[in-house]
């Protein structure tokens, strides 16, 4: 199987505050992991490309000042959403990479649903 | 000019109609096609893969056309637990991996 995680699957946060949010690939090892956030009735939009030990790569209009990306293993990626504000309520999906299959195909964690109040 | 796009839908089908989405993408240098399924406030799963040659998977079938950029779903003997929204994936060229999803076709299946 390829089964990616989350954590948390949900969370409230004030205004100002920093949230960080985990993705675990759980039985295989991810070179590369990606982060997404939809909003509703909106498609998934792709925020950065993680890879293990090396900086994130932003979409253009991503602050990476404000969306801290860290891959410090081949199984977890975390990204923290710093000085929260409202805005920044959204969904979040991590996916991983299978390294050991040349596909690209992603698995998916659970996501994470962030409202900031 | 969005890089991926759907009829948003929403397509209400009776059991056991046969129903087809349809897509298109912009860039042409595009490597790898996918159909997502997302059920409400969960994350999007892989339904199937679009091959060149055009896949069955069971009552599904994908359709590629690479010349019209082109790509199709369609769903055979719909059942009720085939609502969703129906999402089509395109690698991003120039992202490696990464991927550009549509924003999806809303499928509703009634009794």
């Known amino acids: 199987g390829a089964v990616v995680s989350q954590h948390p699957s949900r969370v409230i946060c004030k205004s100002g505050t920093s949230v960080k949010i985990e993705c675990r690939s759980l039985?295989?090892?991810?070179?590369?992991m990606f982060w997404y956030r939809q909003f509703p009735k909106q498609s998934l939009m792709l925020m950065a490309t993680s890879n293990e030990g090396s900086k994130a790569t932003y979409e253009q209009g991503v602050e990476k000042d404000k969306f801290l990306i860290n891959h410090a293993s081949l199984t977890l990626s975390t990204l923290t959403v710093t000085s929260a504000h409202p805005e920044d309520s959204s969904f979040y999906i991590c996916?991983?990479?299978?390294?050991?299959?040349?596909?690209?195909?992603?698995?998916f964690g659970p996501g994470t649903r962030l409202t900031v109040t | 000019r969005k890089e991926v796009e759907q009829d948003p839908g929403p397509f209400n089908v009776p059991e056991g109609a046969t129903v087809a989405f349809n897509c298109t993408y912009s860039?042409?240098?595009?490597?790898?096609f996918f159909w997502y399924r997302q059920d409400c406030r969960k994350e999007p799963k892989l339904l199937m893969s679009v091959y060149s040659s055009g896949n069955e998977d069971g009552r599904f079938t994908a359709q590629l056309n690479r010349a019209s950029q082109y790509i199709s779903l369609l769903i055979r003997d719909s059942k009720l637990s085939d609502s969703a929204t129906y999402l089509c994936v395109v690698n991003m060229q120039n992202s490696g991996y990464a991927l550009n999803f549509g924003k999806g076709t809303s499928l509703l299946v009634t009794p």
């Open positions: 996916s991983a990479i299978n390294r050991d299959r040349m596909s690209y195909e992603q698995y």
């Open positions: 039985d295989f090892q991810a070179t590369t």
């Open positions: 860039n042409s240098a595009s490597q790898s």
